[in-house]
């Protein structure tokens, strides 16, 4: 390591200490970040995490909305986002003015909103999921209710699938999951032929329908610590394989695509953590009208975990 990352992570820590801060990334950060970080973990994780912290300043190492929850949980908290071009593109895919449209055109539904939404979206359903979660929390509505779930299709699709459950899909998708081809799978089994083949479901479901389990990120990261499996084949962005080897040295880790990168989880850095725990900057604050409303939602996914 070179001597300017070393003073660089001791200034982090330095300033860590004096600001009462906590550092959360998600599993998709850079590796570096992760092992900066107080806790690394998938949306739920770091939701029940920020809720709890008694810290001072939450420096969020993730994407806006991830920001946005934890100002939902934690009003009394800064919260920090080292840049704010962290945003992720399948949040912005549904917007306020068009689930209102929807929800009148299906009065009485039930509105469940995956957590890579906005605080407004949030602000406009019933009940927020996970990947880790949404079956749950689906399985939770009355079998008479109309459900309308956004804004991801192939989660939607894939909670439809498991549940039994006919919902309303809004069009909206991960374009880094999208990535991930039934081909790649083929190709990373044809090379590893005893590999376990672990697929987020955000992925399409021709890509799903070829693994062995379909988890959230947490659990990719559980089921890869209890699997006796010695090679597994991990279909998500690709930066949770920096976790997966750092937990499971014994383990090999292939990813089902190397085009599974999000670009937007990829430019926060240990410099940007530093600038903004030396200037404050960026916070991510909730208004108030909001932020009550959407708490409401995220409130009933924590309670069912």
């Keep these: 390591m ?16 004096r600001r009462n801060t906590v550092i959360l990334a998600h599993n998709y950060q850079l590796g570096e970040v ?18 709890t912290t008694e810290a001072d300043v939450i420096v969020f190492c993730g994407v806006h909305f991830m920001a946005e929850t934890a100002s939902i949980l934690c009003p009394d908290k800064i919260v920090l986002l080292p840049d704010m071009n962290a945003g992720c593109p399948m949040a912005n895919m549904v917007t306020v003015p068009r689930l209102r449209e929807k929800k009148k055109e299906h009065p ?22 996970t990947s880790a979660n949404a079956v749950k929390v689906v399985e939770k509505i009355p079998v008479n209710e109309e459900i309308i779930f956004v804004p991801d299709q192939y989660l939607g699709g894939y909670v439809a699938a498991q549940t039994g459950r006919k919902m309303i899909l809004w069009p909206g998708y991960c374009p880094t999951h999208i990535r991930i081809r039934p081909q790649d799978i083929s190709r990373q ?3 590893h032929p005893q590999a376990k083949v672990l697929v987020h479901p955000e992925c399409r479901p021709e890509a799903t329908a070829l693994a ?29 394989i920096h976790r997966l080897r750092k937990e499971n040295p014994g383990k090999k880790f292939f990813p089902a695509s190397e085009q599974a990168v999000c670009p ?3 430019l926060i850095t240990l410099e940007s953590i530093l600038g903004s725990l030396e200037e404050m900057t960026p916070e991510v604050k909730v208004p108030e009208r909001i ?5 409401a939602a995220v409130d009933r996914m924590l309670e069912i975990g």
């Design 108 to 129: 009485g539904a039930t509105v469940v909103c995956y957590v890579n939404s906005t605080a407004a979206v949030k602000a406009e359903s019933d009940v927020c999921c």
């Design 212 to 240: 062995d389990e379909v988890l959230s990120t947490g659990g990719i990261i559980r089921l890869s610590r209890e699997t006796e499996a010695a090679e597994i084949i991990i279909g998500t962005e690709i930066g949770i």
């Design 291 to 295: 932020r009550l409303r959407a708490k």
């Design 189 to 191: 089994r044809a090379e």
């Design 264 to 266: 937007r989880m990829k």
């Design 2 to 17: 070179e001597d300017s990352d070393v003073k660089l992570k001791e200034e982090i820590v330095d300033l860590k200490k």
């Design 34 to 51: 992760q092992d900066m970080a107080d806790f690394v973990g998938d949306s739920l994780e770091l939701s029940q995490k920020a809720a």
